[in-house]
């Protein structure tokens, strides 16, 4: 039986049915390169299965910042503010000298979850918006639209 260490070169249907002939009824979770991920996503929505793709990122694979950016951006539990530049509230945090909880680099998906305190925030992965106070938002997919103070 070949495993999975016997294969080569980029993803196709031989590494499916060489490591896990059941792939299409079973759920599978992904996590990797952006060329492996583009070509395993498109593979399993061909084939109808991408219900059964799970996907978590190392990093967002989308452009982060908008033309039309307004507001400051406060980080209350560190009485920092700065102005936003429309990159996500993570680089935001970052570039503001903060140190916020994360694994979004390492594939550890949910660790950079913080409080929204107030203001309206945009998921960058859905493009939904949100002005909900006191909810918990993952500050690596989330851009400010506005003023916004996040509990970091």
Avoid at 22 to 41: H, I, Q
Avoid at 44 to 55: Q, V, Y
Avoid at 135 to 146: D, F, R, W
């Amino acid at each position: 039986q070949k495993t999975g260490g016997d294969l080569h070169g980029f993803f196709g249907q031989e590494h499916l049915d060489a490591v896990a002939p059941w792939f299409a009824e079973a759920d599978t979770f992904l996590c990797g390169p952006p060329g492996l991920m583009k070509s395993v996503t498109s593979y399993f929505d061909d084939a109808g299965l991408s219900e059964r793709l799970h996907l978590e990122e190392f990093t967002p694979s989308f452009a982060t910042v908008s033309d039309d950016v307004t507001g400051t951006t406060t980080f209350s539990g560190s009485d920092v503010s700065s102005e936003n530049d429309g990159e996500t509230l993570l680089e935001q945090a970052e570039a503001a000298g903060l140190s916020p909880a994360n694994g979004c680099r390492m594939g550890i998906c949910f660790t950079c979850t913080s409080v929204k305190k107030s203001g309206c925030t945009k998921n960058i992965k859905t493009g939904e918006t949100d002005t909900e106070s006191d909810k918990k938002i993952q500050l690596c997919v989330s851009v400010a639209v506005g003023d916004v103070d996040i509990d970091i």
